[in-house]
């Protein structure tokens, strides 16, 4: 039998793949971005990347209850930005399957916070599973458009920063299969498709009783198992910390969860039976261990174990040998896997096209309302050139609050800057609620021909699709007539003419009303890329 050496997207990819997959969306997001890229290599799947995960969402949707199984991938922040149609696709359920590759970044290795999106789990009423290495990534995704068909509901695959990029072996399955629904036609039922009101409460009440019955078949699933080891150390844990326990207390007696949510009580209440000591081992948050102790068992948890950042074998084993489990063989003194590396601080590339923009930046002294790129790390030195960033197309919409509060002067003291992906992202909204409300802004774009800081993809800016065809691409000029701009409020400057930057910044403030300056420069590496391909 043919073995893969796959990472756990590659392997999402394969297991949707396998299990039929018609649609592909997403918005890439370190670290969910290899999953949709690895899809659309498959023959007859349908991908694109969408302007942002919302519309992912609901494009899959769309495809979903009308046969075709969907996959939707975005990074743990993004489901965010999706949450509002996951809410009522959790009640108006599917046709063919529908999953949510979701992907949380523990200790930030590429994002702003470290939510828990278990918890988008409990609040939608939505099935989640999580894998622990690649086999488990393809099949759980397979495994997961199957609940999703038989219990009318979308399903959240959960993965980590480890889970997707580490790799491990990964065996394909023999048969494909390929299932795409009954049909691949919209069938009219208004009550189950159309919330309004009335609709929405009859169809809350079927999610409630999905949710019931999804409790009871959960302690039938195989992907939740318990291993009996030595009983006086019962370890319950799920995802990539099972891996780190297992490795540093191979002895004990484990209770494994494929399924995160709902969580399985008849299984747990057999584990607790039959162990001693109960820990539950997790990273974030103490999503397990609060619904544990509900149940009336007394177990330990988030005493013993970070709220922040990512476990390892060492965190993980530490606590445990200083309660006296010897694990590995070795005692607390000798149990040091993690090698220590010395820092290495992200910085702008030499020859970046962002860099004249933010040496002119500082050089004017201008707050500076960032956003969410690789040019977030203007804010470091040397530029120290950014004052805010909170989340996508966020810059826009933050300087308009500051420009509200200090009060409306001629010269602007305050600009906004985002790059082009971003800007298609969710920065075309602000750009209209500043036109709208007659803000005094100057709004800064860098376009740099890609989406680079997830590794290169396309995005409506740039002229092509996921699959290299070539596309519409968004004209700022007529964008900035549109929403009312006057015409010579409206700049594009080449992003290596670092003098004619810092002159049209300063002339910018100076203008009353709202500007829309463009700084347009391919990414150096992508450039360098394609010099290598010709």
Not at 112 to 120: I, T
């Amino acid at each position: 039998m043919d073995k893969l050496l796959l990472s756990g997207n590659e392997a999402i990819a394969l297991g949707a793949f396998e299990a039929g997959v018609r649609v592909g969306t997403g918005y890439p997001g370190t670290p969910s971005t290899e999953i949709l890229e690895h899809l659309t290599t498959f023959p007859d799947v349908y991908t694109e990347w969408s302007v942002n995960e919302k519309v992912a969402l609901e494009v899959a949707i769309g495809a979903a209850i009308s046969g075709s199984r969907s996959l939707v991938t975005m990074k743990h922040v993004g489901l965010n930005v999706a949450a509002d149609p996951l809410f009522t696709a959790s009640y108006i359920g599917v046709k063919a399957g529908l999953v949510i590759a979701c992907a949380d970044d523990p200790n930030m290795h590429s994002s702003q916070n470290e939510q828990d999106n278990r918890n988008y789990a409990f609040a939608a009423k939505v099935p989640m599973v999580e894998p622990s290495d690649s086999q488990e990534a393809k099949d759980f995704t397979a495994i997961a458009f199957e609940i999703s068909e038989v219990y009318d509901t979308p399903v959240i695959l959960r993965s980590t920063t480890r889970i997707s990029h580490s790799m491990s072996v990964v065996i394909p399955a023999q048969d494909s299969v390929r299932k795409n629904g009954d049909s691949t036609v919209f069938e009219r039922n208004i009550k189950k498709y159309v919330m309004i009101p009335s609709y929405a409460r009859m169809r809350h009440v079927v999610v409630e009783e999905r949710m019931r019955r999804l409790e009871q078949d959960v302690n039938n699933l195989d992907i939740n198992r318990i291993e009996m080891g030595d009983k006086a150390l019962g370890i319950i844990t799920s995802g990539i910390s099972y891996q780190y326990v297992k490795e540093m207390y191979p002895d004990a007696s484990f209770l494994k969860l494929g399924m995160v949510y709902p969580l399985p009580e008849v299984l747990i209440r057999d584990f607790f039976s039959k162990v001693e000591r109960v820990f539950i081992v997790e990273e974030l948050d103490p999503f397990i261990e609060l619904r544990v102790k509900a149940m009336g068992l007394e177990v330990e948890g988030k005493k013993y174990f970070s709220l922040t950042g990512e476990l390892n074998p060492d965190a993980v084993g530490k606590p445990l040998s200083a309660l006296g489990y010897k694990g590995n063989g070795k005692d607390k003194d000798e149990l040091k896997t993690v090698m220590e590396l010395p820092p290495r601080p992200p910085s702008l590339c030499p020859g970046c096209p962002h860099r004249a923009v933010f040496k002119a930046l500082h050089k004017l002294g201008l707050t500076v309302t960032g956003d969410i790129g690789c040019y977030t790390l203007g804010a470091l030195p040397p530029f120290t050139s950014m004052d805010t960033c909170v989340d996508m197309g966020a810059s826009i919409t933050l300087s308009q609050g500051i420009e509200i509060a200090e009060g409306r002067d001629r010269e602007k003291h305050t600009v906004a800057i985002l790059g082009d992906s971003t800007f298609a992202h969710s920065g075309l909204t602000g750009l209209l609620n500043a036109a709208y409300n007659n803000r005094n802004s100057l709004i800064i774009v860098l376009d740099n021909g890609t989406t680079a800081m997830t590794g290169m993809q396309p995005n409506p800016l740039s002229g092509q699709r996921i699959n290299g065809d070539e596309t519409v691409v968004l004209d700022y000029q007529k964008l900035g007539e549109a929403v009312g701009i006057e015409n010579d409020h409206i700049v594009i400057v080449d992003a290596y003419k670092p003098d004619e930057i810092e002159e049209t910044i300063t002339n910018l403030v100076r203008k009353d009303g709202l500007s829309l300056l463009v700084i347009k420069g391919l990414c150096v590496i992508l450039r360098r890329k394609r010099e290598r391909r010709s």
